[in-house]
Structures are given as C-alpha cells and as structure tokens.
C-alpha cells in the first residue's frame, strides 16, 4: 500500500490555489498580471510570508502611438518606431528592462509574427536566430496573511528588475532566515543568460542587492539557514551546455556574499521520475536524521514533481535517502493546466503549529497553490 | 596598410614548435602524449616557467587481460571485464580517473566501436546518449626554459587528475603571481561539466588545491596579479545552455577563494573574427592606458584566433578598445594542422626584456608555439 501512504503524506489545502493573477494588482498601468506563482515562504512571527514571482506582460489590443519594434535581421538588435500602418494584430509584445532609454525602465518590445524563423513553441518565451526574449516579465512581491491560506497582496513590488543581468526579470526566490537577517536568493534573466543574484533585508520590506552569487547558467538556489561547520552553504543548479545534465551542487561561504569550494551533490536518475532535470526547491530544514531538502524532479514527458532528499546533518555533501516516487504530482485541474501545465514546482514551505510543513508551490506556472506535508511521514518513504 | 601594421605587431620565433608531444615523456607505461599545448606562462627572476597541458591517451595495439569494457546500454554507464574473445581493433579505448576502484587512479575503459550511435566526429570526444568522454585524459607539466626558446620538461606531472570534479582532465592552466604566492586557474572536467578549479603554489612545485571556484559550464579564467579598488579579481567564461552566447565576466574575491558580484564584462560580435566564441586567454597585464587582455576569438568556420581588449585601470568593467581583426591567426602548418586544425589559443603571455611580450600558445590543439608581440604597436590597433 505505499502508494496509499505516500497520499497520506501530504495535503492539499480545499481553498486552493490561494493566490492567483487576478489577485495582484498590475505594478504598471498597461500591464496584465499573467502568473503570481513560485513564491518564497517564511513565517515571521505569527506571520506567513510569501514572495510571490509576478509575471506581467502587455496588455494586448491597441499598439500605442510611440511602440518601438524590435528589429532582429540587423548583426546586432536595434529598435525602430512604428509606423502608423501598423497595427497590434500583426505582433508579439513582450517587455524587458531597458537601460540605455533616456528615461531607463521597463519597455514594450513589438515584434512581427511574420518574422521567418520565429518560434513562439514555448508559451514561456520567444526564440529567433539563437536570440531568446520572456514572454512576460517578473518581479518579487510580498503577500502576507495570519492563517497561511488568505493572503493580502501587496499593492507594489518589493524587488523589480533594476540591473543589466535582470534585464528579462527577477523570478522564482527563496528566502532564508540567518540570524537576524532575511537573505533572498532570485534568478537574474538577461539576454547573458540565466543567473542567480542574492539581496538581503533586516524587515522583510527594504531590500538591498548582494549582486550576482551564482552566474549563468545557475538557478534553483537556496541558502542553508545556519553555518555547517563554520560555514554558510548554498544548494545551487547549474546547467552546463556541453558536457553533462543538470545536477544539483553546493558552494560554500563565509560571508554569504562571496562563494567557492563547489562539490557535486547529486544527479538526475535515468529512468525514474526526476530524471530529466532535477533543482533546489524549498529552503532545507532541520529534522533529526538531518537537512531535509524538497526539490522538483523533471520526467522525459516534462512533468514536473516533488520530492525530497534527505543530507547529513553535519557534512550535507553527503546524500542520505532520496524520493523513490514525487510526495506532490500534478494532479489537480490548477496544477494541470495553465501557462506551463503539469508543473509542481516549490520555492518555500514553513512549519506549521502542528509540526507539519506547509508548502507553497508554483502550479502549471501560473498559481500558488499550498499543502500541508507529514514530515516524519515523509521521511518514512525515503530510500 | 592595415594588414601589414598588424604583421609587424607579433613575430613568431623561427624555433616554432617550442614545445612538441615527443618532447613530454608519458606520465605512465601504457599511455602515450598526444598533445603539449595551452600552456600557463610565466617568468621568474631569470627563467621561463611553463605550465603546458599534456594531453594522453591509452597506447592504441594489444588489449590488456584485465580490460574494462564500458557498457553504455545499462541507464547508469557500468563496466564488466572483457571476454578472451575482444579484441582491442573493435573498441574506442580512453582513460578517466577511478575514484570507485578498489586502487582509485586513472584506469582505462574500452567502449565497442559498433555501439549504434556512436558519435566520434568531434576528435576531442566520444558521445553516445547525451553522455560524453574524452578521448585524452590531460595533466599539467612543468618545463623551464633560461632563453624562453629551449624548454626542461619535468618527467613527472606537477597537477594530475585527482578528484570527483577532474575525473575527465585538468586542462588550459593560467598562472598568476599575487604576492609571493603563485595562483593557478586549470579547467576541471567530469561527468558533471566542465569548470574551473584554484590551486597555490609557495614556489611553483608543490600544489594546494583550493577546490572549484567557477563550477560548470566555466573556463578561461584567469586571475588579474594585483588588487582592483580593493578586491582581487578574475576574468571569467561562463557558457549557458539556454540563453545567451559564452560571454566574459568578471567576478570579484577578498581572499582569492570565493568568488561573486559576477558581472557581464563583454560578447560576441556578430560578423567579426569573434562572432561564435570568446573566451580569456593571458592573465591581464598592466599597460600605461590600462588593462591588457589577450583573448581568443572563434568565427563562423571554427577559427580560433587571437586579439585583444583594453580594460580601464581602475575599473576593469569598463571595455576601452578591443582588436578589430585578430593579431594572430592559424597561418603557419603547425597551427593549421593537428588534433583540432586552425586553431590558436592562448594560456599565458610574459615580458621580454626589450618590452615585447612572450606569447605562448597552443597550436592546433597539438603543440605549444611563441611570439613575440610589440604591445604597444598592438594597442595602436585596437578601437
């Protein structure tokens, strides 16, 4: 009966998902809210904390009178105003980060549909001649809320593209508690690549930026919430391009700024159910037998699931047990479908009075969505 | 007169070759050098000290009895011995480093030449399923020269593979003096990518290894030899599997262990001699205008040459001027010709005494050459 068990592992919440888009209120007029998904969680207090990635992109419909389109056949892009022929219907508006406007901020991109060679396959982004540009734009905002299940969005962003190496958005973060201090770990995307930047906040409402810890390709990373032999440690997911899959690793540090001595922690498993991809999902915690990490595990068909893995206390180097079968698929209609169905994918749990952990996960990349995890259960099913 | 400026920038020595593979003794009975090349350079008091990459392989002929064949089928690569009946003709023999055997150390292993789809286009390297070896293991090896022309090469390697993270190589080594101490960045290549790892050295004999500093996908770096605004700091080439060309980057250190506020530094140029690839080549040196870079390019057809890039003085972020066409390309047989052909590629470069610059470099993957280059006729190039 272990598939029985593994059910009883975790628990959804009824009112899921418990943030959607149109909970969020759009951080500038002429944008839609898209995705409010993959949030960072921690509980200050008698406080849930979320910080949800937002996603945004153009409203569609009319092509204002000052649209720039983007022309790609030149060595390098340039920008050319619309002319007045031109009409909304016949382009994909996307926004980045512009800093060498006269004005830097975020801008609308217009591109022709009919642009040979341009492929809008993945619903995620839009691909020509080796150039990749989002199909939205994220940023970090917070939400809070007393019972972990009704939360209260903020009306503004608490961290939004700002720098060269976020110029396609700030996604997927993860916050660690160290001492007094709440350390966040974000993707920076630019058209240099897929990056990790750190930031740091005494409150949960300024944040100050550490830069880039974690250079391209790199994502998926999460900081241990206490030194480990003197230490501070860093879960991190690089992805080369010519030799080896994606594999999970951690880097070392002494001052959570500064990052080195990276080792290989673990693999992919061919023919399981994280065997395509594997990443850091929520922050370890603590439990007895040692950090138990939730991660997302990716299959040949791309679906997207959790389970956990379990390091030694003292030397997390060291690979104790792992998920023979995901605690959390997408089975749900939410989880299912949406910008990217079939995605579960967590960036932070918390522990609840009971002593299990609730986990916020990203849903078919487009919700948040929450379940409540037996830990000890869990643990139980690890081989 | 353009073309004819830059001929009479750098000079090759009429000795090229100075380093050849029949000049290295192998490292061990069994294997043969195939490649003495991308050598570290650097000078100290009145020697040349180089540090070439050897590259071996397993000699080819007689399979041994306690051969190793690699079986690929199984979903995680195992190997079982060979049967009276194999003989060596029909297998692909390469060597790798064991850590899992019962005498841990560089062991070879035969893959079936008949294996469907077997790919051995790429001289470099075997690929089979999304699984790549090499078809050389590689060293690093001491030689010392008084003239710079003649060089010792020791009988023994300095650096050898000896960690999960070098299982595949060490390779391309760059040497910087900070201080008293001598830094050394080498590629490190496994089944889980290629990165860069550190190494010390008091006197260029013993070796401390300092672990990954740069984990994969991550070569060509080199380290600067001096504090900027406060801060060490290193010439990148992180290579991102989903977005972005490989670009350079500089990353910044307080102790020359870790690493981080990467920063994007520069790209490729489209429709130049450096439009597919970059990537670092000489540790930087101190020029009156600034920071000089000698770097590789790579174009369209897979020409690897060489140029340069002016950095600012006191903010090596800054790109001043960069080489419009390369000052050295693969012209002369030896560079045109090789493992990999028409390639030239740079690892270190030191200071003559009548202000020229030393450049050694690996030649057509094969063998190490020299010139000798005017900087200063060198920076009235670039733009």
């Not at 009409?87 to 642009?115: E, K």
């Not at 068909?301 to 023979?324: F, H, I, T, W």
Request: net charge negative; with cysteine.
């Amino acid at each position: 009966m272990a598939a029985l068990t593994d059910h009883l592992v975790i628990e959804r919440l009824a009112t899921n998902p418990v943030v959607r888009p149109q909970d969020v209120q759009p951080s500038r007029p002429g944008m839609e809210v898209l995705c409010a998904f993959n949030a960072g969680a921690i509980r200050v207090d008698d406080e849930f904390v979320l910080l949800l990635r937002v996603a945004e992109r153009p409203l569609s419909g009319s092509m204002p009178d000052d649209a720039m389109i983007l022309d790609l056949h030149a060595p390098e892009p340039k920008t050319r105003p619309a002319t007045g022929a031109e009409s909304a219907a016949g382009f994909v508006a996307f926004s980045v980060l512009d800093l060498t406007a006269s004005t830097p901020g975020i801008a609308t991109r217009y591109l022709p549909r009919d642009l040979p060679g341009l492929d809008l396959t993945d619903p995620r982004s839009i691909r020509y001649a080796g150039q990749t540009y989002l199909t939205s734009i994220s940023h970090l905002r917070l939400a809070r809320s007393r019972d972990g299940v009704t939360f209260r969005v903020d009306p503004q962003p608490a961290l939004a593209p700002a720098t060269a190496e976020e110029e396609f958005g700030c996604e997927d973060p993860r916050l660690t508690r160290i001492g007094d201090t709440f350390y966040l770990a974000y993707t920076a995307v630019s058209r240099y690549g897929i990056g990790t930047a750190l930031a740091r906040s005494p409150d949960l409402r300024r944040f100050e930026r550490l830069g880039v810890a974690f250079y391209p390709e790199n994502r998926d990373v999460a900081l241990f919430p206490e030194q480990i032999g003197g230490r501070y440690v860093a879960l991190h997911r690089p992805q080369p391009r010519h030799i080896g899959p994606p594999t999970m690793w951690l880097g070392y540090s002494t001052d959570l700024h500064l990052w080195g001595d990276h080792r290989f922690l673990m693999a992919p498993r061919p023919g399981m159910w994280d065997s395509k991809r594997i990443g850091g999902g929520a922050v370890p915690f603590r439990v007895p037998e040692g950090w138990l990490e939730l991660y997302h595990g990716v299959d040949e068909a791309d679906r997207y699931c959790l389970g956990a893995v379990l390091l030694d206390g003292d030397q997390p180097g060291k690979v104790l047990a792992r998920s023979p079968r995901p605690f959390l698929e997408p089975e749900a209609p939410f989880e299912r479908e949406g910008l990217l169905g079939n995605v579960v994918f967590t960036c932070g749990a918390v522990p609840l009075d009971d002593g299990r952990m609730r986990v916020y996960y990203g849903a078919a990349d487009s919700v948040t969505g929450a379940a409540d995890l037996d830990v000890k259960g869990l643990l139980a099913t690890l081989t």
